[in-house]
């Protein structure tokens, strides 16, 4: 197959839910029916496309990790990371636990904090230390999104551009050079969705050979598939995500429901009288013991320090709370120590919902959500004014948190696209795209008085792209459409991806920190609300 493959292919692979030659319960073709399931096949270049992935995996870690040690504040954490950066620290001097509550600040899980250890474990206290892994799991989510990309369009090319777009996207760039946790969720939402894709494709393999051996529709409600390893490995993903931060759980409800949703089409396309009863008879036992209990499980092993330290933080609160008298009946049939997390996670939700924007004194960088999709809020996390090195007398040497308007500002555009190929055409990769972008950005709407910062949407970005990357997708044009009018959606495309690459070279001094004259800095500031 060739790597310009097939947006014809793409478009009818799209549209394969819905069973044409047939209806349902009726006897019909079982090519047809197995065509519908399974079309169209992933490229038959595998070598090249792992060639491809290897290569721009390369690329971006060599972007992620380039002065990674730079900047910090005389040898310390820069902005949030001096919240996560110690208690990582902490943790590899106290058994994988915080030993100092910080002002009652450890309130998130963690597994995020361990991770930054790990990188601290290795390289120790500086820039190197601390950033490591986050450096790691940012290059990782290119290799990651140009397999996706590659099974969500069936093309090895629009794989490859899906990873040239997240290399040069200014805020998974940043968050993956950051001592802070939201790149670590971001890694674990992008595990779970390329699970989750393979689990579709395999649950539509699984109907296919039931439908070539015809007993697909035995049953009015269709076949019980086995044991789903993909949907497995999925939500194992995201109760790691949780881990890190409880956002994690915004993806998870909304994942486990795009789940089912392509369990009961598959099951419609197999021919399958009843597709959605059989849906909730035979799936949905088995997501809910995969986004409930495993992922559950999942979370709770994350606390695995916390349980095997006498000494962790409220590690005894249950205790505490008994000798004071207080009981709840049902409650107290669980551990001390269930209990005590219990009680320790209630007090960590009432930080949260309590956590408002006051009336004076904001954070200069606060933002609300709406301004998220296009980035009109930025973040500035190091500054520093009196540098040398840029050929003047005055110079200046900063990092913000800059989502690359080449990107970014297409955001909009991107999302009315997606919803009219989602509801008009029927498109479930735009739904899929929809989900995994509105899981993260919707439930920020629902308490506009808390403070919010545009970091939170750091798992968002790849979402982003994976949307770009369909619509660029339909600019390529479809193989039947002859060599012009592909040669000009080629073209078209190369300049897009083109000014994506310049845009980031534009940005790339404020994304890393590197001395600049005040003129300069002055030019990267393109909108009033980014000052």
């Known amino acids: ?209 039931t439908v070539g051996e015809g007993w697909a529709t035995e049953s009015p409600y269709g076949p019980r598939l086995g044991f789903r390893w993909w949907r497995f490995a999925g939500a194992v993903a995201l109760g790691l995500a949780c881990g890190v931060k409880w956002s994690g759980l915004y993806w998870l409800l909304a994942f486990a429901l795009l789940t089912l949703l392509w369990d009961g089409t598959a099951r419609r396309a197999a021919g399958v009288r009843r597709p959605w009863l059989g849906m909730l008879r035979n799936d949905l036992l088995g997501a809910v013991w995969a986004f409930i209990v495993i992922a559950t499980l999942t979370y709770v092993a994350t606390w695995w320090a916390w349980f095997a330290n006498e000494t962790a933080i409220d590690r005894h609160l249950a205790e505490q709370a008994a000798e004071s008298g207080w009981h709840t009946g049902w409650y107290d049939i669980f551990p001390q120590a269930i209990r005590s997390l219990w009680q320790y996670s209630w007090n960590v939700y009432g930080f949260h919902n309590e956590l408002h924007t006051p009336a004076t004194g904001q954070h200069p960088w606060e933002s609300k959500p709406w301004t998220w999709p296009m980035g009109l809020r930025p973040m500035l996390y190091y500054y520093d004014g009196g540098t040398t090195g840029c050929g003047e007398a005055s110079c200046v040497s900063a990092t913000m948190l800059i989502g690359t308007p080449a990107l970014w500002w297409l955001a909009l555009p991107m999302l009315a696209w997606a919803l009219w190929r989602t509801f008009g055409r029927l498109d479930w990769r735009y739904a899929a795209v929809l989900v995994g972008y509105l899981a993260g950005l919707l439930p920020w709407f629902r308490d506009l008085d808390r403070q919010m910062y545009f970091f939170y949407m750091t798992p968002v970005a790849p979402f982003l792209v994976l949307g770009l990357v369909l619509i660029l997708g339909h600019v390529l044009g479809r193989a039947r459409e002859g060599d012009e009018r592909r040669g000009t959606g080629l073209l078209v495309v190369a300049l897009y991806v083109g000014l994506v690459v310049a845009n980031f070279v534009w940005l790339w001094p404020v994304l890393n920190g590197d001395s600049i004259s005040e003129w300069r800095w002055q030019a990267e500031l393109w909108l009033p609300s980014w000052k």
């Open 1 to 209: 197959m060739s790597l310009l493959v097939t947006q014809d292919e793409a478009d009818r692979f799209a549209l394969g839910d819905s069973p044409s030659s047939a209806a349902p319960g009726r006897p019909s073709d079982a090519e047809v029916v197995r065509a519908r399931l399974v079309s169209p096949e992933m490229p038959t270049d595998r070598l090249r496309g792992w060639l491809v992935t290897a290569f721009l995996a390369a690329l971006g870690a060599l972007v992620r990790f380039q002065n990674l040690g730079f900047p910090t504040d005389n040898g310390t954490p820069v902005f949030d990371e001096k919240h996560y950066v110690p208690q990582a620290w902490e943790m590899l001097r106290n058994g994988g636990v915080e030993d100092n509550p910080g002002y009652e600040l450890i309130v998130h899980p963690p597994l995020g904090k361990q991770l930054i250890a790990a990188g601290e474990w290795l390289f120790g206290y500086n820039g190197w230390g601390w950033r490591f892994t986050a450096a790691l799991c940012a290059a990782l989510m290119v290799l990651l999104i140009v397999r996706i990309a590659r099974r969500l369009t069936r093309s090895t090319l629009l794989g490859a551009i899906a990873g040239v777009l997240l290399i040069c996207d200014g805020v998974s760039h940043v968050q993956g050079r950051m001592g802070m946790l939201d790149i670590f969720g971001a890694f674990f939402v992008l595990v779970a969705f390329g699970c989750l894709l393979l689990d579709r494709d395999q649950v539509r393999n699984r109907l296919a050979i």
